[in-house]
């Protein structure tokens, strides 16, 4: 099992809402590099960072810093749990087959 980190969570984060490290190092003013060592563990992401993405998209600081929770953002900014996103994963699979 991969221990998860603050850098894994980043780039969840960042895939999730589908941004490139170019677009979200734009975003918060910082080089495309800093998002690289934040999503390898070679460095951490300011309060400033932090603080600010989580504004911008309704995420949870607990979990990004700590991972306290079972909270992830969709794309449409609403908070779902692990649980509601694969079950909806699973209707669509059963759905997708007519069972």
Known sequence: MSESTVGTRFKKIRKILDMSQEELASF??????????????????????????A???DINLNYLIAEIGEVVLTKDKNYKSIRDLLME???????????
């Open 89 to 99: 994963e699973v209707n669509k699979f059963l759905d997708e087959r007519g069972v």
């Open 28 to 53: 918060l003013n910082v080089t495309k590099q800093a998002i690289s060592n934040i999503e390898n563990s070679k460095s951490l992401p300011s309060i400033t960072v932090m603080a600010k993405l």
């Open 55 to 57: 504004k911008e998209y």
